[in-house]
């Protein structure tokens, strides 16, 4: 299995802008969970599905941002309009069962100029 | 409020000095500690799951310990690729599961 697959690895836009990030799923995970990571907050869970259902989005920051998972191998996180205080490493990770590891793409980072 | 807290939250060592890192945690009803390595441009690495209190699990160099409030992550004669930032996260225990709340880490460098 190639892991959990993140696009674009690197995203550099203009504040204002739509930043769409995208994110599949180890193929059989019924878990998909987006993170933020920034070294004042450390690593924060912004939103995650069950069964490409969203169950709890409390961690996302704002109406600016909002997640789908269409299908179950595939996920996108948009942020619109980005501001500069967006910019950090956007990680998508997955698991089998709520209660099992979590395995982590590569992760997406984000500069908003 | 659930929360976790890593110490120290950098440490550097000379290969071959052991040491260990700690997690301490609080959480209403703990149903997983879990140790996740992480090297510099790269996404959280699965290390280690625990569930109960006196529980032990080892992997190479590294073992991981809990007890009640904490959990410690033993470094044993370490090696410069042991490098890398180290995090714990917990999970509480309620029906339909919870997210994993993660501390902020502890950086480890080991010198040859």
């Known amino acids: 299995d190639a892991g959990v697959i993140q696009s674009p690895r690197h995203e550099v836009t203009e504040m204002g802008q739509e930043v769409t990030l995208r994110c599949k799923p180890i193929?059989?995970?019924?878990?998909l969970f987006w993170y933020r990571q920034t070294m004042m907050r450390g690593l924060e869970l912004l939103i995650y599905?069950?069964?490409?259902?969203?169950?709890?989005d409390s961690g996302m920051p704002e109406d600016r941002f909002s997640a789908k998972m269409p299908n179950a191998s595939f996920s996108t996180l948009k942020i619109q309009p980005s501001e500069p205080r967006d910019s950090a490493v956007y990680f998508c990770?997955?698991?089998?069962?709520?209660?099992?590891?979590?395995?982590f793409g590569p992760g997406t980072r984000l500069t908003v100029l | 409020e659930d929360q976790v807290t890593q110490s120290p939250e950098a440490l550097r060592l000379q290969e071959g000095e052991s040491s260990s890192l700690n997690c301490s945690y609080t959480?209403?009803?703990?149903?997983?500690l879990f140790w996740y390595r992480q090297d510099p441009g790269k996404g959280p690495e699965f290390l280690f799951t625990?569930?109960?209190a006196g529980e032990e699990k080892e992997k190479e160099r590294l073992k991981a310990t809990l007890t009640k409030k904490e959990s410690f992550l033993h470094i044993t004669a370490p090696k410069p690729e042991d490098s890398a930032t180290y995090l714990c996260?917990?999970?509480?225990?309620?029906?339909?599961?919870?997210?994993?709340?993660f501390g902020k880490g502890t950086t480890l460098s080991v010198s040859s």
């Open positions: 990770a997955s698991s089998f069962g709520t209660y099992n590891e979590q395995f």
């Open positions: 193929s059989g995970h019924d878990y």
């Open positions: 599905f069950n069964n490409n259902v969203p169950i709890d």
């Open positions: 959480v209403s009803g703990l149903r997983g």
């Open positions: 625990l569930y109960s």
């Open positions: 996260a917990v999970q509480a225990s309620q029906e339909g599961g919870t997210a994993l709340i």
